[in-house]
Nanobody, 126 residues
């Protein structure tokens, strides 16, 4: 059974950086687009970034462009999220997700993802 496991979260001061990883076990990771979402307490799940199956196209939430960078290493079955200049409002559980369709592009819509990780907590202190 394919699983997604996120890591790299933690507590960081405002202005700092974190790099999240999402490792896929089993399946054919390289055939699927991947995305990152986040969910803060009391708020709806929010799209962060996505990358196509080849790692050639990326898509970001407008508010996060320039601070967050998504990438993938298909040889390692891993997708990354580099987060820079972190702000307290970035505090959330960050989840990675695998697209439902193979060889797809990038998408911001949660319903187009069929497999989710458990998430990793990111806390940014002011």
């Amino acid at each position: 059974q394919v699983q997604l496991v996120e890591s790299g979260g933690g507590l960081v001061q405002a202005g700092g950086s974190l790099r999240l990883s999402c490792a896929a076990s089993g399946g054919t990771f390289s055939m699927y687009g991947m995305g990152w979402f986040r969910q803060a307490p009391g708020k709806e799940r929010e799209f962060v970034a996505s990358v196509d199956w080849r790692g050639e196209r990326t898509y970001y939430a407008d508010a996060l462009k320039g601070r967050f960078i998504i990438s993938r290493d298909n040889a390692r079955n891993t997708v990354y999220l580099q987060m820079n200049s972190l702000k307290p409002e970035d505090t959330a559980v960050y989840l990675c997700a695998r697209a439902k369709m193979t060889f797809g592009g990038t998408t911001r819509w949660a319903y187009e993802y069929g497999l989710w990780g458990q998430g990793t907590q990111v806390t940014v202190s002011s």
